[in-house]
């Protein structure tokens, strides 16, 4: 049974950084989708980065593209993501997902696709 534990979340200020962290438990090859999603409170949950952990494929949401950086060490069993020049509007709870493993190429951006979904952390900008 695959287990996603987030971490990394904090407060910050608007115009700084932080890293998440996803350490994956009980997978079996590297043929899995790996996505950030975030849900902000009264909004309906939200892409925002995904990468496969076979290939260095990504994918990004509009809104944060050029300012996230997806990245994975499978060596680790971790999946990463760097967020830079931070928003109020990126305040939200981030949940980090896999996908069962397939031969798929590339990453989706679609919740419905994860099958696996950790706790969540809060990110929380300041104005």
């Known amino acids: 049974q695959v287990q996603l534990v987030e971490s990394g979340g904090g407060l910050v200020q608007a115009g700084g950084s932080l890293r998440l962290s996803c350490v994956i438990s009980g997978r079996t090859s590297s043929n899995y989708g790996m996505g950030w999603f975030r849900q902000a409170p009264g909004k309906e949950r939200e892409f925002v980065a995904a990468i496969r952990l076979s290939n260095d494929n990504t994918r990004y949401a509009d809104s944060v593209k050029a300012r996230f950086a997806i990245s994975r060490d499978n060596a680790k069993n971790t999946v990463y993501l760097q967020m830079n020049n931070l928003k109020p509007e990126d305040t939200a709870v981030y949940y980090c997902?896999?996908?069962?493993?397939?031969?798929?190429?590339?990453?989706?951006?679609?919740?419905?696709?994860?099958?696996?979904w950790g706790q969540g952390t809060q990110v929380t900008v300041s104005s």
């Open positions: 997902a896999a996908t069962k493993p397939s031969l798929v190429r590339v990453p989706s951006g679609v919740s419905s696709a994860y099958d696996y």
